[in-house]
């Protein structure tokens, strides 16, 4: 028996590997797109055969896809999304065609599988076509976006469910940390005093407000454009595919979707996917800011702020014995940079859609599950390699504490803000601390002073006032 069948298609004829279940035009995507080396996300794959099982319900219930082939092309899809076939996807992610080798590779697997199951031999396109019978009702124009759309979709719970598990380690953390005294700062210099554990209690509340950031931009990329086909006006669609797609893909998928009323704007645009982007690059740069503050608050330790001690996770050194370093939060930063670099590849994408279609739809897809997958894995790994072990050198915090100057901003509402710096300048250049420079002055009385000068006072609102 031959290793390869021959198939043709509108450039002309190819050998195919006999045993592939994708075909011709699959291989001319393939063999045209040597670009990542990867091939498409597994849950755009899945996204693909749920579209085409929706869509081969709404056929046959519209009356234009026989029964048999549709029951066909349904398990066919069913065993795709239950993880068969993939190794059959074959096209890199990135490809020209706005997405064409994307859904011919779909259609081609998904037919020449019903194929098999309704008795026939792969490439025996009379029985199912990739075009006519699985593609029926669709275009790449409404099925790549809509499987972009809904694998972004099905991602972000598990990024989301991340997030809560870090709010959560934070605040345990702030509840821990609640009495860990220390000098608080601003532009890296000694600023006034404030609890380690409102430091961590400003890090849970900016990870809340990615949380509902997140949620809340779902409602952007639930929409989808199916039976737009080639630029919107829906031709060779019957209208009761349009009435029921929707539903169809809901149940297929078990996500909650809806079709778009405008369904020219849908194929043209993908502002939606740049405002989740958006909200991707926000929680970025929150990880991030906060990293770098772990990062400071760690450093040393013998030399630097030396506040807290992250857990220690691989040797930081091949030279230095001993040496450790920030590994977890370095990594979380490495993926927010690459997420904000994704943001910008997105809009560039979205904003170089011409006319009817947007052709750069598959790298925005691609980057778009790459922010998604890597900000969840980061996150998880900084919750478990990092916040839950971090603990708190409360004697360090204590003693810089007590060899700030900052205090004095306390004395400023009692002796005015010149006596105060006054008093700052001569600690400064002095050995002498502020209680010490305000007792020699007779600025205050102890009781006062002591009272003033108080640092947990300084750090609950109003209280360093009364």
């Known amino acids: 028996m031959s290793n390869v069948r021959i198939e043709s298609d509108s450039i002309g004829t190819m050998e195919v590997p006999a045993d592939a279940y994708y075909g011709v035009q699959t291989l001319r995507g393939y063999l045209n797109f040597h670009i990542t080396g990867n091939r498409m996300h597994d849950m755009q794959i899945n996204m693909l055969a749920a579209l085409k099982k929706a869509s081969a319900y709404a056929n046959n219930r519209a009356g234009i896809l026989d029964r048999t082939i549709c029951d066909a092309i349904i398990q066919a899809c069913d065993e795709i999304m239950d993880g068969k076939l993939h190794d059959q996807f074959i096209v890199d992610p990135i490809q020209g065609g706005a997405g064409t080798s994307a859904n011919m590779n779909a259609n081609e697997v998904i037919a020449n599988r019903a194929i098999e199951i309704l008795g026939g031999e792969k490439g025996d396109y009379s029985i199912v076509h990739p075009n006519d019978h699985v593609n029926m009702s669709q275009s790449t124009n409404d099925i790549y976006p809509s499987s972009g759309k809904l694998a972004a979709l099905a991602l972000i719970p598990p990024l989301l469910e991340e997030l809560h598990r870090l709010n959560a380690a934070l605040l345990d953390k702030a509840k821990e940390f609640d009495d860990v005294l220390k000098v608080g700062r601003t532009q890296l210099q000694d600023a006034v005093p404030i609890r380690l554990g409102q430091e961590f209690h400003a890090y849970a509340s900016a990870i809340k407000r990615d949380l509902q950031r997140i949620s809340r931009v779902r409602d952007q990329i639930s929409v989808l454009n199916m039976g737009a086909t080639a630029i919107g006006t829906a031709i060779n669609v019957p209208a009761e595919y349009l009435e029921d797609i929707a539903r169809d893909v809901s149940d297929a998928t078990g996500l909650a979707v809806t079709n778009t009323t405008d369904l020219v704007d849908g194929t043209q645009n993908l502002d939606g996917v740049v405002a989740v982007s958006g909200m991707l690059k926000a929680c970025a740069v929150t990880l991030s800011k906060m990293c770098n503050d772990l990062r400071l608050m760690s450093s040393g330790p013998r030399t630097g702020f030396g506040e807290i001690n992250l857990p220690a996770m691989q040797n930081g050194s091949s030279i230095m014995p001993g040496k450790v370093n920030p590994v977890i939060p370095e990594v979380v930063s490495q993926v927010a940079y690459a997420v904000i670099g994704n943001d910008v590849t997105i809009s560039m994408c979205a904003e170089a859609g011409q006319l009817e279609l947007n052709a750069f739809e598959p790298v925005a897809f691609y980057r778009l599950f790459e922010s998604i997958t890597t900000l969840t894995k980061a996150v998880r790994t900084l919750i478990d390699n990092c916040i839950v072990g971090i603990t708190a050198n ?73």
Do not use: W
């Open 394 to 466: 409360k004697e360090r915090c204590q003693y810089l504490l007590d060899h700030s100057v900052s205090t004095v901003t306390a004395l400023t509402p009692h002796i005015g803000y010149k006596n105060a710096a006054d008093i700052a300048k001569a600690a400064l250049k002095s050995e002498k601390t502020i209680r010490e420079l305000v007792e020699e002055q007779n600025l205050l009385d102890k009781e006062k002073l002591d009272e003033v000068l108080e640092p947990f006072h300084m750090t609950v609102p109003g209280a360093a006032l009364k």
